[in-house]
């Protein structure tokens, strides 16, 4: 079992491209998350879904759009990069429902952009 | 979620017991503690939680107060492997998303 993976590892971005991020899980996992994580700061939340079809806003959504078409991808989309957009981006899944609500997460995507 | 406070840093001598403390005093009934650290370049990774018992596996031990306000993640016999950011975090089930927060957690060095 693969869990979480996420593509690509890192990237260099000129400023105003366009790029995805994608994260794919193995485990069947309902909700997926996308986190931020700046040099000084803990994990902020960019976007989530609970389930297959539907999407939700975290903590800092602006400038990023997600979609989730199916169980197992929830790609990350940056329409016209920005160099504040510089970070590690971490992808996560997790079975929420009665007791447990254990996020399990991906290695990360560096990205940069200039 | 409730918001937790832990320290910013803390050092342990290899083979001792780590003990990170996290307050959450503002914590409600339905809500639980996680723990999860973040080894250098890696995703988080969980390891422990609980709603009021104290919990134990074979990574740690977290024990939580009577009032809920507070709770120790217990490294047992910590190993330099251990060194890591650990993030304490509460949180209700069956709730969106919307709502998670992991603040800036405690760095713990585990000293030769």
């Known amino acids: 079992i693969a869990g979480i993976t996420q593509a690509p590892t890192s990237q260099i971005l000129a400023a105003g491209r366009r790029m995805t991020l994608r994260c794919t899980q193995d485990?069947?996992?309902?909700?997926m998350y996308w986190y931020r994580q700046d040099l000084g700061l803990g994990l902020r939340l960019i976007h989530y879904s609970n389930t297959a079809g539907t999407t939700g806003k975290g903590e800092v959504p602006d400038g990023y759009s997600v979609s989730r078409a199916n169980t197992d991808d929830f790609p990350l989309t940056l329409a016209s990069a920005v160099p504040s957009q510089t970070s590690v981006y971490f992808c996560?899944?997790?079975?929420?429902?009665?007791?447990?609500?254990?996020?399990?997460f991906g290695p990360g995507t560096r990205l940069t952009v200039l | 979620d409730a918001k937790t406070t832990q320290p910013p840093s803390m050092d342990c001598a290899e083979g001792r017991a780590a003990n990170l403390p996290c307050n959450h005093s503002?914590?409600?009934?339905?809500?639980?503690v996680y723990w999860y650290r973040q080894i250098h370049s890696q995703g988080p990774q969980y390891i422990i939680h609980g709603l009021k018992n104290n919990e134990t596996n074979e990574m740690a031990s977290l024990i939580i107060t009577e009032d809920r306000k507070s709770s120790t993640l217990i490294l047992p016999h910590a190993t330099l492997r251990d060194t890591a950011v650990y993030y304490c975090i509460v949180r209700a089930h069956q709730t969106g998303a919307n709502n998670l927060f992991f603040g800036t957690g405690t760095r713990l060095t585990v000293i030769p």
């Open positions: 503002t914590i409600s009934g339905n809500e639980y």
């Open positions: 996560a899944s997790s079975d929420w429902a009665g007791h447990t609500d254990t996020q399990y």
């Open positions: 485990m069947r996992h309902n909700a």
